[in-house]
């Protein structure tokens, strides 16, 4: 996952890009909005965040411009604290959220991460694998006609391996697909979670399709 951050502050563009980095995203940054915008508009890039105030154009336009190219894209605004104006003005220029500065890292990874989980929820509709069918923006799966809701991270995860049936995806690659992060943190996340998704998924006498690959990873079997 690539985000790009536009910001003329050298302070503030390296704290965010390297407390991104740490999060397992691919950073980039431009210090003026005539960069921001043409790097914005470049496929590579999955999320934005754009500082109101830019030299050479100002947030506003390189928004505008954006939404006429790349509509879905996700847009955080950073702008001054108090600038109600500005977060209104964002807002109905098509801005996705927007944070005020100061700001703790913790709540814009927090954003950046719901925002790119949203955006690619929406990409798909409804999917019917293996005997279950999930709707990942509400969170539902229902399997032989029981209906089970699952928090995001499970939908994620369930999605994902619906969107790849019959393969074997690695623990690495669902860390990072799901929980955007390239190391596995130590804490048996993806097993643990898996577990949920057979809890949830599993009926009596017919357990959830979901198998252990022995050190590769897990597959959701195409069939039942
Ligand atoms: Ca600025």
């Not at 890009?17 to 005539?34: C, H, K, N, S, Y």
């Not at 069918?133 to 509400?138: K, N």
Request: hydrophobic share 45%; with cysteine; proline share 5%.
């Amino acid at each position: 996952m690539e985000i790009l951050v536009v910001e003329d502050e050298p302070a503030i563009a390296d704290f965010v890009r390297r407390g991104l980095m740490a999060e397992g995203f691919e950073v980039r940054t431009a210090a003026d909005g005539i960069e921001g915008e043409r790097l914005a508009l470049g496929a590579a890039v999955d999320l934005v965040v754009l500082d109101w105030m830019l030299p050479g154009r100002n947030g506003m336009d390189v928004l505008a411009a954006i939404r006429r190219e790349r509509p879905a894209l996700p847009v955080i605004v950073l702008t001054a604290r108090g600038e109600l104006e500005d977060r209104i003005e964002g807002l109905d220029a098509g801005a996705t959220d927007y944070i005020a500065k100061p700001f703790a890292f913790e709540e814009l990874a927090a954003r950046v991460r719901a925002h790119l989980r949203q955006a690619g929820a929406e990409t798909g509709t409804a999917l019917e694998v293996a005997g279950i069918r999930l709707d990942p923006i509400a969170r539902r799966a229902e399997r032989e006609g029981h209906r089970v809701a699952l928090s995001g991270r499970e939908a994620d995860l369930l999605a994902y391996l619906m969107r790849h049936p019959g393969a074997v995806c690695s623990q690495r690659e669902l860390l990072a697909a799901v929980w955007e992060t390239d190391h596995d943190p130590g804490t048996n996340l993806v097993s643990v979670y898996i577990g949920y998704l057979r809890r949830k998924l599993g009926l009596p006498g017919s357990p959830a399709p979901i198998e252990t690959v022995r050190s590769a990873g897990y597959r959701l079997r195409e069939r039942e």
